[in-house]
């Protein structure tokens, strides 16, 4: 179940979070680290999913990203950031100008965004099992 | 944090999910199971929390809905609910006629409802903190 056409189910936005920690927030962040201004990052593929996730589970997917988030968290450490270096800049290929502040606090809401639409989706397989209560459950209508 | 006057934060969610574990699901589920249709629920107290979780901390809680969560799911598995208990009917005292399975499946979405309020809570409070990446994250304006 998703919200609709071109919307994801839970599974999508498993593959796309895990896509999203193989190539988006810690190699970006690598990348101003090391080129700043000078090398825009890599476009971000919002369908790589659909075909990396191919037979695989829900649960494969679970530990997929457990194991690959781990790994990124451990190496966000290693980076020892301070402000300054949190003050750089790096350049996105369609926004232009970001820091790699900004980066992480994208990574920050971005999780939170799909944890959200994951709700949504799961909330919407009950809408008829709620019965009467249904009124009262705004996120059925969300 | 919260979401505008008379909204609440994380804080004051997770005070009514404590709440509710204390006096709607399970107790309303027991309630249908010994009185039917011939006793309406008490009403839930949605203001309950702010007296209730005065001079504690998030931490205290979280260790306090995770206890009351478990205790209340082996309850549940304690009950052992059989397709035709979970057509038993019950007296909501502004709904109506009510059954144990719609309680049942309310329990589920009114958790999910919560998640979801307080993903966008949590996610305003780096509105700024993203830059340019604000327009890619429609969990900021939701």
Same mark, same amino acid.
């Given at each position: 179940?998703?919200?609709?056409?071109?919307? /994801?189910?839970?599974?999508?936005?498993?593959?796309?979070?895990?896509?999203?920690?193989?190539?988006? /927030?810690?190699?970006?962040?690598?990348?101003?680290?090391?080129?700043?201004?000078?090398?825009?990052?890599?476009?971000?593929?919002?369908?790589?999913?659909?075909?990396?996730?191919?037979?695989?589970?829900?649960?494969?997917?679970?530990?997929?990203?457990?194991?690959?988030?781990?790994?990124?968290?451990?190496?966000?450490?290693?980076?020892?950031?301070?402000?300054? !270096?949190?003050?750089?800049?790096?350049?996105?290929?369609?926004?232009?100008?970001?820091?790699?502040?900004?980066? !992480?606090?994208? /990574?920050?809401?971005?999780?939170?965004?799909?944890?959200?639409?994951?709700?949504?989706?799961?909330?919407?397989?009950?809408?008829?099992?709620?019965?009467? /209560?249904?009124?009262?459950?705004?996120?059925?209508?969300?």
């Amino acid at each position: 179940m998703n919200e609709g056409p071109d919307t /994801w189910n839970p599974f999508d936005i498993l593959g796309h979070l895990i896509h999203g920690e193989e190539t988006d /927030w810690i190699p970006r962040a690598r990348m101003i680290l090391e080129h700043g201004e000078a090398r825009a990052f890599e476009p971000f593929d919002r369908f790589a999913m659909f075909e990396k996730s191919k037979g695989k589970s829900l649960t494969d997917l679970l530990a997929e990203f457990t194991r690959l988030r781990e790994a990124n968290l451990q190496e966000l450490a290693r980076l020892n950031l301070t402000p300054k !270096l949190l003050e750089k800049r790096g350049q996105h290929p369609e926004l232009g100008v970001v820091t790699l502040s900004q980066l !992480l606090s994208t /990574w920050v809401v971005h999780d939170l965004g799909h944890i959200g639409q994951i709700v949504r989706v799961m909330s919407k397989q009950y809408k008829v099992a709620v019965g009467p /209560w249904q009124d009262y459950l705004p996120i059925l209508t969300r």
